[in-house]
């Protein structure tokens, strides 16, 4: 069983589109983070968030941190081509030490 | 800046042999990761060391051991491979602070057959 759950496994939508998804778990953490991977690279990150309720926003992206720091969200407002890739959300307790990671959203974005 | 390295790239092994995945970084970072990566579950940490001369495990360590050579290497070994070990593995790298940013190489997938 995963620490972090996201959801959905998988997305395809056409250009354009908004969507939304989803990390959650059933432990508290100090922080939570995005990541985005393109096939053959590794991760890179997009976002921290550390405070409960917090919201940051990255051009189109809006991450969310649940009120409980249990979860979180990332939104995509009209998709682009570019946004395709795998999505992992990583959180921790303490520091980068203890950080786990959630099996991530694979998103395609069609033109 | 090269960032994180890693070499090599692809490898693959009969059950039983060993080697050791090479990581280097250039960005003077303090901490350093090994992760795995498998389908449906994430990326998985290994080993770290958070510092020059200290490594300590992380969740998956039982067939790896891995060495810090100095402040821009890392090197993780198999000594014995086994096929569940056959994965994408991942270095990163990261400075001082609870929640500073992690830089991964680009990654060595390694099959083991």
């Known amino acids: 069983t995963q620490l972090l759950e996201q959801s959905p496994q998988f997305l395809s939508i056409q250009e354009g589109e908004n969507l939304t998804v989803y990390c959650n778990s059933s432990s508290v953490f100090s922080s939570l983070q995005w990541y985005r991977q393109e096939p053959g690279e590794g991760p890179v990150l997009l976002v921290t968030v550390v405070t409960g309720g917090e919201v940051k926003k990255l051009k189109r992206l809006t991450f969310q941190f649940g009120d409980a720091r249990k979860d979180s969200s990332l939104h995509i407002t009209a998709a682009q081509p570019g946004d395709t890739g795998l999505y992992l959300c990583?959180?921790?307790?303490?520091?980068?030490?203890?950080?786990?990671f959630g099996a991530g959203t694979r998103l395609t974005v069609k033109p | 800046n090269a960032g994180v390295t890693q070499t090599p790239k692809f490898q693959v092994l009969k059950t039983g042999q060993s080697m050791t995945l090479q990581c280097a970084q250039d960005?003077?970072?303090?901490?350093m990761y090994w992760y795995r990566q498998d389908p449906g579950m994430g990326l998985r940490l290994i080993y770290y060391s958070a510092s020059e001369g200290t490594t300590d495990k992380g969740e998956v360590p039982n067939g790896y051991n891995v060495s810090r050579l100095n402040k821009r290497e890392f090197s993780l070994r198999l000594e014995s491979a086994a096929p569940s070990q056959t994965s994408v593995y991942f270095c990163?790298?990261?400075?001082?602070?609870?929640?500073?940013?992690?830089?991964f190489g680009p990654g060595t997938r390694l099959t083991v057959t």
């Open positions: 990163a790298s990261s400075s001082k602070g609870a929640n500073s940013e992690q830089y």
């Open positions: 960005m003077n970072h303090n901490s």
């Open positions: 990583a959180g921790s307790k303490y520091n980068n030490n203890d950080m786990r």
